[in-house]
């Protein structure tokens, strides 16, 4: 459709609108500005544009959800917890869909908080699943400009077909949650936690072991991560101080009394 056609609306839900996005066309949510639309029109003359109240996202094309973010509104949409929510609903909704941060970040790079927030956000948004739904998996790309992000949706839509990723749930065992128990302790990576429950059978053999013996025995581990391994499993529970602070046998009256109560 060229850039004076006007565009076509239509009322799908999610599923319906990842199957009507397919080819050169773009849906696009009709509260999105009225400037980028235009600048997409222009630059992507050969799309149909089709404009929609989308429940997640800016852009639908080929069935791939996107998220259109400048720098700006990145950056205030952390401040406000709009982008923890739409990550979600993206993950949820879709295996796969994109996070589209347009403009140059010069800027905000040479200011250290803010760039170290930018950099924390894209390393995070790979990792943001909803508990629910597709639990899919959301990109950050970046685009300098719109030109960029135009060239983007032009080469998505020439895709006969995106390749999703297979996502499958892992099966955890008891030995992988024993490792991954042994694994918290300051230093101990996976492989010092198999080798420790390899040789010991169990956490509760391996804190019987003294420090300087399962040093010697336990290959790479050393005097300073056995001591933190001890230091780790053998310490206390502290209760939270409340007002003027709580003495440990105040909390333990308070769970007598509760289980006498149940009783």
């Not at 295996?95 to 790079?109: D, F, N, P």
């Amino acid at each position: 459709m060229s850039a004076d056609t006007e565009d076509s609306v239509v009322s799908l839900d999610v599923e319906g609108l990842l199957n009507e996005a397919t080819g050169q066309v773009c849906v696009y949510d009709l509260r999105e500005r009225s400037e980028y639309i235009d600048r997409l029109r222009e630059r992507l003359p050969d799309f149909t544009f089709i404009s929609q109240t989308l429940p997640v996202g800016d852009y639908i094309v080929n069935g791939i959800i996107i998220e259109r973010k400048t720098v700006e509104d990145l950056l205030q949409s952390i401040k406000d917890v709009r982008l923890n929510n739409q990550l979600s609903e993206m993950s949820k909704n879709t295996y796969l869909s994109v996070l589209a941060i347009i403009g140059e970040q010069t800027k905000e790079r040479s200011d250290p908080l803010t760039n170290s927030i930018l950099q924390s956000v894209k390393a995070g948004v790979w990792f943001k699943r909803s508990p629910d739904g597709a639990q899919g998996i959301v990109i950050p790309l970046e685009f300098f400009d719109d030109d960029e992000f135009a060239l983007f949706l032009d080469g998505l839509s020439k895709k006969d077909s995106v390749r999703l990723p297979k996502l499958t749930k892992t099966r955890v065992t008891g030995n992988d949650q024993l490792m991954m128990t042994v694994a918290t302790v300051p230093g101990w990576k996976d492989v010092l936690a198999r080798r420790g429950l390899e040789l010991y059978g169990s956490i509760e053999s391996m804190i019987q072991v003294t420090p300087e013996d399962m040093a010697k025995a336990i290959h790479g581990c050393g005097k300073k991560k056995a001591q933190a391994f001890h230091s780790h499993f053998r310490r206390r529970y502290e209760p939270p101080k409340v007002g003027s602070g709580r003495s440990r046998n105040t909390v333990l009256r308070k769970h007598e009394q509760q289980r006498l109560d149940e009783k």
